[in-house]
């Protein structure tokens, strides 16, 4: 398996970890969550009201403001996913041929 091929129209660098990047994503998000709870909390809201609404504020808000981390993170699986399938058929040409 070749480590200079990259996936076209990937966003992530050559050999970023899917892991790695998923992670990051992963923790932004809690972050992100994190961050609008304790906002809710200081106004005022309790409970399982204020994780509903920090739940959903969060993943509306995630959309906008993470938009290059899921990015990056979508594009190293594709990259993944692209690699795989070349080495797939280099074994399958190999068996054949």
Request: glycine share 12%; with cysteine.
């Amino acid at each position: 398996m070749d480590s200079t091929e990259t996936g076209s129209g990937s966003t992530a660098p050559a050999g970023r970890s899917v892991g790695r990047a998923f992670a990051l994503y992963t923790g932004l998000r809690a972050l992100l969550f994190a961050a609008v709870l304790c906002l809710l909390l200081v106004l005022g809201l309790r409970g399982i009201p204020a994780l509903a609404a920090a739940l959903l504020v969060s993943s509306i808000a995630s959309l906008f403001v993470l938009r290059g981390p899921r990015d990056a993170a979508t594009g190293a699986l594709a990259e993944r996913q692209d690699r795989r399938a070349a080495e797939q058929a280099r074994l399958r040409g190999m068996l054949d041929g």
